[in-house]
């Protein structure tokens, strides 16, 4: 049983690793792991009200019961898992480069004028920015609910601009991407 169970796990891995390197999922894994032991290790220790909403510095302005930790972990592992299945089933699984993307919205671009290898590329770089979208979302999830118990206790006063910063990233990565797909669509098919 376990034999199997490691052979799906390298078939797996190596699927993705004609991708993007699998050690960016397991670092966003990783970082859910480490976030639901912290949330563990404080809990008994944070007062009843905590804050659940931050301002756009970074300040506490709404509180509640210590009990939304437990739904920002479930979100986090929510969203973590659903982008994970999003691009291993569509983008990595998937035998067609044509058929995966059909998912990619290419803005002044015929998909079906694509070459195999336009296609493949397109797909591959897909499959890079869902993977790093994913360890990012994942790092300021970990960042705010640490930055959440780490207020609650009053060891720090706000979550700061780091959350800020980590949207920025976001939209960075997700445009360069973008433009990359678009690039690599308009460049070969002219």
């Not at 592992?77 to 659903?82: R, V």
């Given at each position: 049983m376990f034999k199997s169970f490691w052979q799906g796990c390298d078939h797996v891995w190596n699927k993705i690793s004609k991708f993007y390197s699998p050690f960016i999922d397991v670092l966003s894994f990783s970082l859910l792991i480490l976030t639901i032991s912290y949330v563990a290790m404080n809990?008994?220790?944070?007062?009843?009200?905590?804050?659940?909403?931050?301002?756009?510095?970074?300040?506490?302005?709404?509180?509640?019961?210590?009990?939304?930790?437990?739904?920002?972990?479930?979100?986090?592992?929510?969203?973590?898992?659903?982008?994970?299945?999003?691009?291993?089933?569509?983008?990595?699984?998937?035998?067609?480069?044509?058929?995966?993307?059909?998912?990619?919205?290419?803005?002044?671009?015929?998909?079906?004028?694509?070459?195999?290898?336009?296609?493949?590329?397109?797909?591959?770089?897909?499959?890079?920015?869902?993977?790093?979208?994913?360890?990012?979302?994942?790092?300021?999830?970990?960042?705010?609910?640490?930055?959440?118990?780490q207020t609650a206790l009053e060891n720090q006063q706000g979550l700061g601009l780091m959350p800020l910063y980590i949207t920025i990233v976001l939209v960075v990565i997700s445009c360069y991407y973008t433009w990359k797909i678009y690039q690599t669509a308009k460049a070969e098919n002219s």
């Open positions: 809990y008994g220790t944070l007062p009843d009200e905590i804050p659940r909403h931050f301002n756009a510095i970074g300040d506490p302005d709404a509180w509640s019961g210590k009990g939304m930790l437990i739904v920002f972990l479930i979100l986090k592992g929510f969203i973590l898992l659903m982008l994970f299945l999003l691009n291993y089933f569509v983008f990595i699984s998937n035998e067609s480069a044509k058929d995966a993307i059909a998912f990619v919205n290419i803005p002044f671009v015929n998909k079906d004028q694509l070459t195999s290898e336009q296609a493949e590329v397109v797909r591959k770089l897909s499959a890079r920015m869902l993977a790093i979208v994913n360890v990012c979302v994942s790092f300021l999830f970990f960042y705010i609910i640490y930055g959440t118990i």
